[in-house]
């Protein structure tokens, strides 16, 4: 991965010694700078798993303990400046690497707006590649892994070359003992796909659920070889495809998982430190 610029990495310990330097001569102005980036020191040396509200669409920002950004989803193009707002607010001024499950508008759309406003090192993608698009592109495909830092990255799928229309890179990330699973928005038949050739890999803590918790993801048989801790689901309060399927909910909630909303709960950060895996301050607003 030659392209990632892994100068990055010490950017977060740079930009809290600056921050601690400034407590130390301004008082209240001090004080001020701490609350408002109170975060950087909490979340120091953990992967942080950032599932971004964008409506209806998946973004989640990764940064990994070794401070490197990573985008998996765009969002849409409307919801492009409120990602922008989230990465501001997490001092995130640059991303080393976006990961496109697919080329859908809600999970590609925001691309061309990051890439306007920050720096981005590069583009993973599998199947087809996002359109207009300068930045450097990579094509992946299941059986591909690669390591940053401590965190490991494998690529499940798609498992197969057929044009289905919500046919999505599988990604299995993986910190310490704990993992986690994102899966665009794979459908019931890619998810079968995933059991019969890639059962061994497919157990982990946290998943992503696919395409938004529709009725259409989610088997039943997907599902049990997750077996995940904490689910995801990323859709839009108000959304027309009814997404997600109560059926979808009550099948995770049936099988042990917690189950977040970013319709119900706005943006969700998680921290891992490679053995525990919590929410980050809850009652933090952002
Ligand atoms: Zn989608």
Redesign the pocket.
Known sequence: MSFLDLSMKNKLKIGLSVLLALLAVAGSVGLWAWQNHSHLRLTEGKLQLHFIDVG???AALLVLPTGERIMIDTGTEESGEAILAHLAKWDVKALDLVILSHN?D??AGGLAVLSDAIAIGGVLYAGEAPKNCNLDLREVQAGDAFTIGDVHFAVLGPLTDEESE?RSMILRVDYGERSFLFT??AEEEEEVMLVEQMSDYLNVDLLKVA??GSAYSSAELFLQAVSPDIAVISASADNNFGHPAPTTVEKLKSMGAMVYRTDRQGTLVFLCDGHTLTRYRSAWKI
């Open positions: 209806q669409g998946d859908h809600d999970h919500n665009g928005d395409h938004h």
